[in-house]
């Protein structure tokens, strides 16, 4: 199953103008293509799997559980320990809080070859043939927060408004990885919207900066609706670059908490209040983080490497 369901995700020929780059029929309906967004699932666990990770309850629940979340107003959070903004109270989609991300993508020459053959005459209704020559995963921690809710556009549903968000990543990875984290302090290098589209599904849309500089961008389609589980979809360049790359994403929702700093510090705190009923704020002390970390989130395991 896992490279019939690799092929599709990684075929360059998925991602268009009428799909919006992201999991969307090919007819400009903006309707989920609930088929692709099975392979993406699929192709995702497998890289869960092959690294350890659904050991942890954070991806366990998410992950392992059948239809974990799958219906709107799934997410239960806990308690908040700062005050909710204005702008919050008018959010519907429940934004602002930290959220864990997964990445996987092919070497850009397994990428490039599967795509561009020497010869290559398939017509674009056929599939390309079946992909299995291992990915490499990236755990990112995102925290985002609401910035502007507007009405929506005429192509958006219009039961809901539209509402823009930004913030920070950091990479979960043991090597410094830069299309993950930025190092600039002080400049939000990720942002983004979330939208109903006409069928009524909830439709978000990030975009990551380097530098300041637009690099990735992603579609996806929320599972389950307002307030529920994974956020599924596709990443890909910026500019919508014909020969890619691209490849899958999801991201979920682990905490409505606030960290108390924009450094590496923001792993921990926002890791312990979900694991093992954590819920006490982390003060952020050395001695503390020695005491804490091994009891409730081993970082060794949870470090995601190049290779599969």
């Known amino acids: 199953m896992y490279p019939f369901a690799c092929s599709k995700v990684y075929d360059i020929r998925e991602y268009t103008d009428n799909t919006k780059w992201g999991p969307f029929m090919d007819d400009d309906t903006d309707r989920v293509d609930w088929e692709k967004v099975e392979a993406i699932m699929i192709v995702l666990r497998a890289n869960i799997q092959n690294k350890g990770l659904d050991n942890f309850p954070i991806f366990t629940n998410f992950w392992n559980t059948p239809f974990p979340g799958t219906w709107p107003n799934s997410y239960i959070p806990m308690p908040l320990n700062r005050e909710i903004t204005p702008l919050e109270t008018g959010d519907p989609y429940d934004v602002s809080g930290t959220w864990l991300r997964v990445v996987c993508f092919l070497d850009y020459n397994d990428f490039f070859n599967y795509n561009f053959p020497g010869s290559d005459h398939l017509p674009s209704s056929v599939p390309r043939h079946a992909l299995d020559v291992g990915e490499a995963t990236r755990l990112i921690l995102m925290k985002i927060h609401v910035t502007k809710i507007e009405a929506p556009g005429p192509e958006d549903g219009q039961e809901l408004p539209v509402v823009h968000f930004e913030g920070f990543s950091r990479s979960l990875d043991g090597s410094w990885d830069e299309n993950a984290n930025s190092d600039l302090r002080g400049e939000v290098n990720i942002y ?67 960290p108390k700093s924009d450094d590496q510090q923001v792993l921990l705190n926002d890791f312990l209040p979900i694991v093992d009923g954590y819920e006490e704020d982390f003060d952020g002390e050395e001695e503390d983080e020695d005491e804490y970390l091994p009891q409730y989130l081993d970082l060794d395991w949870f470090m995601v490497g190049d290779d599969i």
Do not use: H, M
Not at 196 to 225: A, D, Y
Not at 229 to 235: E, Q
């Open 192 to 258: 983004g919207s979330c939208r109903l589209t006409r069928e009524g599904e909830v439709r978000w849309t990030t975009w990551s900066i380097f530098s300041g500089q637009e690099r990735w961008r992603s579609e996806s389609v929320q599972l389950g609706g307002l307030r529920s589980s994974k956020v599924v979809g596709n990443w890909f360049d910026k500019d919508y670059d014909p020969s890619g790359p691209c490849g899958p994403t999801a991201f979920w929702k682990i905490s409505d908490r606030e």
